[in-house]
């Protein structure tokens, strides 16, 4: 370790070490949230770009070795992809360790935040590089059906209730073996069709005078057993046959007159 620099932080007085700290020195504390590999894969972009710009923020234990990363661990290991062997760091005492881990306390991104990460990564490919297959695009994304539901929300509809999509997408979606410059067609294509599905499902909740928003994700669930079964773990069928069929599905529960207790 190289301590490039030594400060009181201008507003509680805390003393800061300004270092550089080789990379293998560098430890995860064990009451840190798991790490999300499509963040450290977005990093990694960026620093590709950018470099590593941002120190990560550590603290030592008396009786160990090494530091604590205690803000900025995904940083570090988008930066162990380039090889890096030394990382600038701020040392803090770790007596506000416990604190800076409260205040950095993130809710993990639902499908919603997912999506319109992935849409947007998707036009950036879209944009600088649309001779990429979308295929090579699995490695940046977590799943192929947030690029579909980020089309959804982003160029139709911010109400489509994308969570109780989730589950079935991830069934019949997939990653498409052709350039962005087409596959961007088909997503939006697809996008329409799962909007479609969506517009249906709150046709049928209304029209069952259902209050309860979380019903929509437990009438889609119906349908999906309906044409499926219970525990389907699989579908066959391909992305549009299997929206059709669920869409019908929608159609005869409303028909059938179904209330909320019948879908508990």
């Known amino acids: 370790m190289k301590v490039l620099a030594e400060y009181n932080d201008p507003i509680k007085g805390i003393p800061i070490k300004f270092a550089v700290i080789p990379i293998g020195d560098l430890k995860r504390p064990p009451f840190q949230r798991d790490l999300s590999d499509l963040l450290v894969k977005r990093l990694f972009i960026s620093m590709e770009k950018l470099g590593f710009l941002h120190p990560v923020v550590v603290y030592q234990k008396e009786d160990e070795e090494g530091f604590f990363v205690i803000?900025?661990?995904?940083?570090?290991?988008?930066?162990?992809?380039?090889?890096?062997?030394?990382?600038?760091?701020?040392?803090?005492?770790?007596?506000?360790?416990?604190?800076?881990?409260?205040f950095n306390t993130e809710k993990p991104p639902n499908i919603r935040e997912k999506a319109s990460q992935a849409y947007r990564l998707y036009k950036e490919f879209f944009q600088n590089s649309p001779e990429t297959e979308e295929l090579e695009l699995a490695f940046y994304i977590e799943e192929p059906s947030y690029i579909t539901v980020g089309f959804v929300l982003e160029e139709l509809s911010k109400k489509f209730p994308a969570g109780a999509f989730e589950p079935l997408l991830k069934k019949i979606d997939e990653f498409l073996s052709e350039p962005l410059e087409k596959a961007v067609e088909e997503r939006r294509d697809r996008a329409k069709k799962v909007y479609e599905v969506g517009e249906k499902l709150n046709e049928v909740y209304e029209k069952l005078g259902m209050t309860n928003a979380l019903?929509?994700?437990?009438?889609?669930?119906?349908?999906?057993?309906?044409?499926?079964?219970?525990?389907?773990?699989?579908?066959?069928?391909?992305?549009?046959?299997?929206?059709?069929?669920?869409?019908?599905?929608?159609?005869?529960?409303?028909?059938?007159?179904?209330?909320?207790?019948?879908?508990?």
């Open 71 to 102: 803000d900025g661990q995904h940083r570090v290991e988008a930066a162990k992809m380039f090889g890096a062997k030394e990382l600038p760091a701020l040392i803090i005492p770790k007596e506000l360790a416990l604190n800076i881990m409260e």
């Open 215 to 264: 019903m929509k994700t437990e009438l889609l669930r119906k349908a999906v057993q309906r044409v499926y079964g219970k525990r389907v773990r699989k579908i066959e069928d391909d992305f549009y046959t299997a929206l059709d069929k669920v869409g019908r599905a929608l159609e005869e529960i409303a028909e059938e007159g179904w209330q909320e207790e019948d879908l508990l």
